[in-house]
C-alpha cells in the first residue's frame, strides 16, 4: 500500500529533489532547461516567421477577386478596329485625379489573327506600362510593334514579349460592350503570361507561372 502511494506521489517541483543534472539548490529550472527552451521557442518564432507568410501567398489567390469593379466608357464602337490599336486616355484612380490617369491602347478582337480563342472579351486594351521596369511603351503601326524607349523591350502586335528584357507581355484590360451594344467599356487591368493566360495585376519584372505566382502575389496597391 505505502509502495503504491510512493509511486503515485507528486513530484518536488525542485530540481535538486529530482536528481536532475547540474541542479542547485532552490532552482526549479536547469540553466541546461532554460536554454533549450529559449532555443526552442526562437526557433518556433523563426519558422512562423517564414511559413506563415508563405502560406498566406500560396492561399491567398484563391480569395482573390476576379471580375472587374468599375467600368469606363472609352469610345464608339466605331472608333475601334481590329487592324490597329487606338491611343484612349482613361483614370485607373479617379480619387487622386490627374496623376490616376494613363494610356491605353484598344482595338477589336480578331479571331483570325489573335492567339487567345474563345475569349469573352470583344475588345483589346493592352496597357502602356512596360513590363520589365514600368516605363511607358510606344505602340509603332508600321512594325505593328510596343517599343519600351528605356531599355529596349519590344512587343509583337497582341502584347507578347519580342525582344529584350521584359519577362513577360504587356498587362491588360477587361472590356465589354454597353448595355445597347453601341458604346466600349474598359474594366479592370489583369497580368498574362507567354499563352496569354489571365492573373491578378502583378508588379512590372515578377514572373506568374509555376511558383512565382506564390512568391510575387498581387497587391491591393498595383
Not at 510596343?146 to 523591350?153: A, N, Q, S
Request: neutral net charge; charged residues 25%; contains cysteine.
Amino acid at each position: 500500500m505505502a509502495d503504491s502511494i510512493d509511486k503515485h506521489k507528486r513530484k518536488s517541483r525542485y530540481t535538486t529533489d529530482r536528481n536532475a543534472p547540474g541542479a542547485f539548490e532552490g532552482e526549479t529550472v536547469t540553466r541546461r532547461g532554460l536554454m533549450t527552451g529559449g532555443a526552442m521557442a526562437a526557433g518556433g518564432v523563426a519558422t512562423a516567421a517564414i511559413a506563415l507568410p508563405a502560406l498566406g501567398f500560396a492561399l491567398g489567390p484563391m480569395f482573390e477577386r476576379t471580375a472587374p469593379s468599375t467600368w469606363q466608357d472609352v469610345g464608339s464602337v466605331d472608333d475601334f478596329n481590329p487592324e490597329t490599336y487606338v491611343p484612349v486616355v482613361m483614370n485607373l484612380v479617379p480619387s487622386i485625379g490627374e496623376a490616376g490617369k494613363t494610356t491605353v491602347y484598344i482595338r477589336k478582337f480578331d479571331p483570325s489573327r489573335d492567339t487567345e480563342r474563345n475569349s469573352d472579351l470583344p475588345y483589346v486594351a493592352i496597357s502602356t506600362r512596360c513590363a520589365h521596369l514600368g516605363c511607358p511603351v510606344r505602340y509603332i503601326q508600321a512594325s505593328q510593334r510596343f517599343v519600351c524607349p528605356c531599355h529596349g523591350g519590344v512587343y509583337d502586335f497582341e502584347g507578347k514579349v519580342d525582344g529584350g528584357p521584359p519577362v513577360r507581355p504587356l498587362d491588360r484590360f477587361y472590356t465589354r460592350l454597353s448595355e445597347d451594344g453601341k458604346r466600349v467599356e474598359v474594366g479592370d487591368r489583369f497580368s498574362v503570361n507567354s499563352e496569354l493566360e489571365r492573373f491578378s495585376p502583378r508588379d512590372p519584372s515578377e514572373h506568374l507561372d509555376g511558383l512565382w505566382q506564390y512568391l510575387y502575389p498581387s497587391r491591393p496597391s498595383t
